[in-house]
């Protein structure tokens, strides 16, 4: 059964004179599909975490390094810096972590009236600063936009080049999940007098805790 579109490019066809692919031109195409050719990409700075730091800060995320030993004060700190206590909600996917037993840290999705959440992330991007966050019961999407202080771990292996780096690894993990969310600084909008205001469509303050290999 035809359709309009079918029409239309039928016509495209006819007048440039592609009516019908031989195999050797249809074989050349099917090729280029298997074997995409690289986009041209950005250079990037050969030290990843310093593109990476220059890229976040440059609009207004959080930047602080540590290590596994320090992560808990350094998580603490970070608390401190927006004047917030230590109760928060984190994702299930890090509750193997030693947390401390007198901060209040519950496990789960957000239910919009949690102050500050604790999340891993995926993939961190040096070309933009971004991370890439994945949605599964370990790491509820709400987290990501619900809260008003939002806390990223990225561990050092998590950091690539550039974006189109992300997808090869994504699709290593097999079955995708439903939502693939890149994040870059804190939410923010002009709409109102041309006038930046954060925390418009989600958190207003992004920070990144990048942890660094070895001690």
């Given at each position: 059964m035809s359709t309009a579109r079918d029409d239309i490019l039928r016509g495209i066809r006819a007048a440039l004179g592609r009516e019908g692919l031989d195999s050797k031109t249809r074989a050349k195409l099917e090729e280029r599909l298997e074997n995409p050719s690289a986009y041209d990409r950005p250079p990037v700075d050969k030290d990843l975490v310093?593109?990476?730091?220059?890229?976040?800060?440059a609009v207004q995320g959080g930047f602080t390094r540590t290590t596994?030993?320090?992560?808990?004060?350094?998580?603490?700190?970070?608390?401190?810096?927006?004047?917030?206590?230590?109760?928060?909600?984190?994702?299930?996917?890090?509750?193997?972590?030693?947390?401390?037993?007198?901060?209040?840290?519950?496990?789960?999705?957000?239910?919009?009236?949690d102050k500050a959440a604790?999340?891993?992330?995926?993939?961190?991007?040096?070309?933009?600063?971004g991370v890439v966050m994945l949605s599964g019961p370990d790491t509820p999407t709400s987290l990501n936009f619900l809260p008003e202080f939002h806390i990223v771990l990225v561990r050092a292996e998590q950091l690539v080049r550039h974006v189109e780096d992300v997808w090869p690894r994504l699709r290593a993990i097999g079955?995708?999940?439903?939502?693939?969310?890149?994040?870059?600084?804190?939410?923010?909008?002009?709409?109102?007098?041309?006038?930046?205001?954060?925390?418009?469509?989600?958190?207003?303050?992004?920070?990144?805790?990048?942890?660094?290999?070895?001690?």
């Open positions: 310093r593109s990476f730091e220059t890229k976040l800060t596994e030993e320090r992560l808990m004060n350094t998580i603490g700190e970070c608390l401190d810096r927006h004047d917030l206590d230590r109760t928060f909600v984190a994702s299930p996917a890090l509750k193997h972590l030693s947390w401390p037993g007198d901060w209040m840290v519950t496990f789960g999705a957000s239910e919009g009236s604790v999340t891993p992330c995926f993939l961190a991007v040096a070309e933009t600063g079955a995708p999940p439903r939502a693939v969310n890149f994040v870059t600084g804190p939410s923010k909008t002009a709409d109102v007098e041309q006038t930046i205001q954060y925390g418009a469509h989600g958190p207003r303050s992004l920070d990144v805790i990048f942890i660094e290999q070895g001690t």
